[in-house]
């Protein structure tokens, strides 16, 4: 009997380091050897409802617990409140304190009861209340930008480039009585040019008034740490350390983007410490078959530069996902004509 015993108690104790020699061993794989191997999250989102907008030229401009606020780039001013449930849609114009300017590229992002529409071709910055989308002009410096995200306390990111030679640059605008700003001189790492290179997304964190700024061409993003007013650097799961681009120069001295060039990182999103990240790029012993019917998301801890999981954001009629946002209980996606919400499960269950 005691024989016995000991036999069992040392199957288990083998057993049990097998499996945790198998645990560390997948973990040093994921972690250090970086093979490119996701970990994913089976159905982490699921039972899609849809919303027909009948147009496909929609953008997500803000999110807040109760409502989507959906932009339009064939009507600037014009914003759509989508209630979270997908139950009720209102449209609402835009009114500004001034008519005759000439504007080129409006964008509008809504922060709570608050949203800011901004034109960077022209600097100008207006702001308003959801109560009555009435905006009046917030700032008017020479400040250009074509990337703008709101902070905390009348705190911008954007991103500009340079009067010398076009090359992309992060900064930080402070408006309140004057507006100043700070540019973040080495953030950006140049490869080729500093402007194709360079190139990405640019989101902030209403959670933790972080930014984000992911490269579009390699497997890197940026993460603004407004407590040290700095940035600091993570990697995605891919192993695209050099952006896969070619630049030609025309005859007149303009540059342009030769062949087609490798995208790595698409839509992003930043919500409560986690960056949501659009791929695009297959990973090893992945089905090609999924990528025909699905877009993948993959999941960051952005603070601690650590991968978490992937999951999988499926295609409606043929449209894969464009640009996505979320909150504690949603995750909703602009797919082909539609607004999709999927049901957010707890990892776990």
Do not use: C
């Amino acid at each position: 009997m005691k024989k016995k015993i000991f036999y069992i108690v040392l199957t288990m104790v083998i057993s049990s380091a097998v499996v945790v020699g198998l645990f560390v061993s997948s973990e040093h794989i994921m972690k250090r050897e970086n093979p490119f191997v996701r970990r994913f999250m089976p159905h982490h989102i699921d039972k899609a409802k849809y919303l027909d907008l009948e147009v496909n030229s929609y953008y997500i401009a803000g999110l807040t617990n109760d409502t989507i606020y959906l932009g339009n780039y064939t009507a600037p001013l014009l914003i759509t409140a989508v209630a979270t449930n997908l139950g009720k849609k209102m449209e609402h114009q835009i009114k500004l304190d001034e008519t005759q300017r000439s504007f080129r590229s409006l964008t509008i992002r809504v922060q709570g009861q608050e949203f800011f529409v901004g034109d960077g071709t022209i600097a100008i910055i207006y702001k308003g209340s959801t109560a009555d989308w009435t905006a009046t002009k917030y700032m008017k410096e020479n400040i250009y930008f074509s990337l703008l995200q709101p902070l905390e306390n009348n705190s911008f990111l954007f991103r500009s480039q340079r009067a010398a030679n076009g090359e992309h640059v992060l900064g930080r605008l402070q408006v309140s009585d004057s507006t100043s700003f700070l540019l973040y001189d080495n953030v950006l790492q140049k490869q080729i040019d500093s402007v194709f290179d360079t190139d990405g997304q640019l989101v902030t964190d209403a959670k933790t008034n972080q930014g984000v700024y992911t490269y579009y061409y390699r497997n890197q993003y940026l993460v603004y740490q407004p407590q040290h007013n700095k940035f600091t650097t993570g990697k995605t799961i891919d192993t695209t350390s050099l952006a896969k681009i070619e630049i030609t120069t025309l005859a007149n001295g303009e540059r342009k983007m030769g062949a087609p060039p490798q995208k790595v990182n698409s839509k992003t999103y930043a919500y409560n410490g986690l960056l949501y990240v659009k791929s695009e790029l297959m990973g090893r012993n992945e089905p090609r078959s999924m990528w025909k019917q699905a877009s993948i998301i993959d999941v960051y801890d952005y603070n601690k530069n650590e991968y978490l999981y992937s999951f999988y954001a499926y295609d409606h009629q043929g449209d894969n996902i464009k640009e996505f946002a979320l909150n504690d209980r949603y995750f909703f996606g602009l797919v082909g004509n539609s607004l999709v919400r999927w049901g957010i499960r707890e990892l776990g269950n």
